[in-house]
């Protein structure tokens, strides 16, 4: 293990291991898939030293309601998994939002639909952002674009978990995952052991002396048959994705000069600003927008872009999913032209620089 | 949405079952001299009026899973996992921390209980359709994987709350919603025998199967019950107990008539009795250091 | 003498109990309880035949029954 503030050259799912040990993770499950196989092994070796408990299960649906029991007893608890993967733990994560049980979940996002295949994509931005099971539920999600913000970004998904006491995505990519390195780790930390004790399950008597009586019971549920009860629960998770709103996070790169506004996020955002870069050298006014949480969207941000004249170009590595929201943030004052990269294909600075060229010329 | 459709009053699992229990509390057992109260309730059972039908068998198998808890001080230090179906409000009558699972996924979760906080007894009580269909797997690999849990199954043979459809027990011939010529073998499969199939894994350490129609079985079911109880505690292994249960709503059958089809038609199929008893001992260390261990096995199989 | 208590609001009728009694003392009354049931009874003058073997309690799936047993019956036990 380094040792502090030293570099290590690593791949993108392994600085996601690393953050959620140094988090003070204490519970894994896992299922294999690609190209996440990384954080599993990791996890596999990393557990058992730290006294924790690595669990390869049945079915990525096992694997996240496991998430769900530890995370239930407010133990900091991680599973990850690739888009047909996701699909499965979707169930778990849907009962985890409406019973309020925090965990983080990691997507090494590949191409599908269906099998698709083991390369990058961001196709599953709507599954991610829009809660991604059945009811009306929202996730935050943080994307990552390099293995530095991986780390830091896993790291504090656990804060988030338990601080909102919600379930957290990491939305990577295959690039995002298994591209190497160098990150700084930081001290490892332990869960403050009082973490959830108002709601935690660990039994009635848990922490009492002998001669204390137990306390209630508690239940952690999402079932609420009661007239009224699950209006009112509904009315509580609004309020708190509303208070999310603050947690948004975004780059920009030579934005304020630019005519046109490129917003990609995660691996994409991270080739879009290479391109920026060349077109920049070449005199142009352009820049980029990176949304680091996709769900809060920065859609103030962007608005208040629009409102200064700017105009957008979407760029994702799908048939245009975030597209919508940047639209829906510009609204007022703009629209976003889009540029796909079909999942299948690998892009290059070089793809994105006459596509941007082409829409900074319209205008 | 489920449908109590001919059947005695109280409807399965609905609104008025979650509903405030309104009935009077049960009398304050008072001794007089020269006698003991010999039955009453378990502390950990809630005093209300549960939402179950009359004459279904879940009462009891409640009752018993409370009055072990208390027997063996465990629910200061209990965690369970509920399931899906009409047992899904366990937690509003047996009163320990609970946490609600997905359908048939109470392994998986009881797993991430017990995984996460070694130290609590953790038990979940499933039904037929939630444990041998939908969470077959879940089922199948907690055992194999020898987790320190209880499971506590109920048998009935049909689906309860969603209004009696054929579940993966029903037995050949029988009628239910959606099987309404009877459950045909070459159209639908046999009924599967649970306790069979997890007494085969690796990692199960209890396993029988007792029944609930009669006294003399109810009394050996909660015997069955305190060994699967005791595979958890003694650190052994998985511990399962099937209970041959009735749904008299479901079966259109009278309370007393479904008890009498429990003893002709379902203990002729699934045969009562221990399937796998492990011998061990709790101070094995290797056996019981870590949950990393689980899957070790603790003896011979009797 | 052993006796049972019947808590008339939680019993639903089911009879099991009444198959089970080994004096066949439990019977169905003629009253209706909250819940709409006709409720198990025994009658004043069966009770002192009741021998405490809690098999009625052990059979009743809602916990409506209580059972005392005399002491002096369960040494005779």
């Given at each position: 293990?380094?040792?502090?503030?030293?570099?290590?050259?690593?791949?993108?799912?392994?600085?996601?291991?690393?953050?959620?040990?140094?988090?003070?993770?204490?519970?894994?499950?896992?299922?294999?898939?690609?190209?996440?196989?990384?954080?599993?092994?990791?996890?596999?070796?990393?557990m058992p030293e730290v006294g924790g408990e690595f669990v390869q299960a049945e079915s990525e649906l096992a694997a996240a309601n496991m998430l769900l029991g530890a995370g239930a007893c407010g133990v900091r608890a991680m599973t990850s998994s690739s888009s047909p993967g996701m699909s499965l733990k979707q169930e778990a994560i849907s009962y985890m939002a409406g019973s309020e049980i925090p965990g983080v979940i990691v997507n090494m996002n590949r191409g599908g639909p269906g099998l698709g295949d083991i390369g990058p994509s961001q196709g599953d931005y709507f599954q991610s952002t829009r809660g991604g099971g059945h009811g009306d539920y929202r996730l935050l999600v943080l994307a990552p674009s390099s293995a530095q913000e991986a780390y830091d970004m896993t790291h504090k998904a656990f804060d988030l978990a338990y601080a909102f006491r919600s379930p957290v995505l990491i939305l990577g990519d295959a690039i995002i995952g298994q591209m190497k390195e160098p990150i700084v780790r930081r001290a490892a930390t332990l869960a403050d052991p009082a973490e959830g004790k108002e709601w935690r399950l660990e039994g009635t008597a848990a922490g009492l002396k002998a001669n204390q009586k137990p306390r209630a019971h508690r239940i952690i549920k999402s079932l609420f048959l009661m007239d009224g009860e699950l209006a009112g629960q509904n009315m509580k998770l609004q309020a708190k994705y509303d208070a999310w709103k603050d947690l948004v996070e975004f780059e920009t790169f030579e934005v304020k000069d630019a005519e046109l506004v490129v917003v990609a996020f995660g691996s994409i955002g991270r080739i879009a600003k290479n391109a920026v870069r060349v077109l920049r050298k070449q005199g142009k006014k352009v820049g980029l927008f990176r949304p680091k949480t996709l769900y809060p969207f920065p859609e103030k941000a962007l608005a208040k872009l629009a409102r200064e004249g700017k105009r957008f170009l979407t760029i994702e590595h799908n048939l245009g999913q975030m597209v919508e929201d940047v639209r829906l943030s510009v609204r007022r004052d703009a629209d976003s032209e889009l540029f796909c990269v079909y999942p299948g294909n690998m892009p290059s600075p070089d793809d994105f620089v006459a596509p941007i060229l082409r829409a900074l010329g319209r205008k | 949405m489920p449908k109590a459709k001919s059947a005695p009053k109280a409807a399965p699992a609905t609104k008025a079952a979650a509903a405030k229990p309104v009935m009077a509390k049960t009398v304050a057992p008072k001794v007089a001299a020269g006698e003991e109260l010999v039955f009453t309730r378990p502390a950990s059972l809630a005093d209300r009026a549960t939402h179950y039908c009359p004459g279904c068998h879940h009462g009891i198998a409640h009752r018993m899973v409370a009055e072990l808890l208390d027997e063996m001080d465990l629910a200061g230090r209990t965690v369970a996992a509920s399931s899906i179906g009409c047992s899904v409000f366990l937690y509003n009558y047996i009163q320990v921390d609970t946490v609600e699972s997905p359908h048939g996924r109470a392994p998986a979760v009881a797993t991430g209980i017990k995984r996460a906080r070694p130290d609590t007894f953790v038990f979940s009580y499933q039904g037929d359709g939630d444990l041998a269909s939908i969470g077959m797997a879940e089922i199948m690999h907690a055992a194999n994987r020898g987790e320190r849990l209880t499971v506590v199954f109920v048998n009935n043979t049909v689906y309860g709350m969603t209004g009696g459809q054929m579940a993966p027990t029903t037995l050949i011939g029988q009628k239910t919603t959606t099987c309404p010529g009877g459950r045909c073998k070459d159209r639908e499969g046999s009924p599967i025998r649970?306790?069979?199939?997890i007494a085969q894994l690796g990692g199960t350490a209890f396993c029988a199967r007792g029944s609930l129609d009669s006294v003399k079985n109810i009394r050996q079911a909660k015997k069955y019950m305190r060994q699967a109880f005791e595979a958890q505690t003694r650190g052994l292994g998985f511990g399962f107990v099937e209970l041959l249960s009735g749904c008299p709503t479901?079966?259109?059958?009278?309370?007393?008539?479904?008890?009498?089809?429990?003893?002709?038609?379902?203990?002729?199929?699934?045969?009562?009795?221990?399937?796998?008893?492990?011998?061990?001992?709790?101070?094995?260390?290797?056996?019981?250091?870590?949950?990393?261990?689980?899957?070790?096995?603790?003896?011979?199989?009797? | 003498m052993s006796r049972i208590l019947v808590t008339e609001e939680r019993c639903k009728g089911c009879l099991l109990c009444t198959t089970v009694c080994p004096v066949s003392i439990i019977r169905q009354s003629e009253r209706i309880n909250q819940q709409g049931y006709k409720v198990a009874e025994v009658g004043a003058e069966d009770m002192d035949k009741c021998t405490g073997c809690t098999s009625c309690a052990t059979i009743c799936p809602d916990m409506a029954i209580q059972v005392w047993r005399s002491k002096k019956t369960k040494k005779a036990a």
């Open positions: 293990m380094a040792g502090k503030n030293e570099r290590i050259f690593v791949k993108g799912n392994e600085a996601i291991a690393m953050g959620a040990l140094d988090a003070g993770c204490r519970c894994f499950f896992g299922y294999p898939i690609t190209p996440q196989n990384d954080i599993p092994e990791f996890m596999s070796k990393a | 649970m306790a069979e199939i479901n079966w259109r059958l009278s309370p007393v008539a479904a008890n009498k089809r429990i003893t002709e038609e379902m203990i002729p199929y699934f045969p009562l009795g221990v399937y796998k008893e492990l011998e061990g001992d709790a101070t094995c260390g290797s056996l019981v250091s870590t949950g990393a261990m689980a899957g070790g096995a603790a003896g011979e199989s009797k | -």
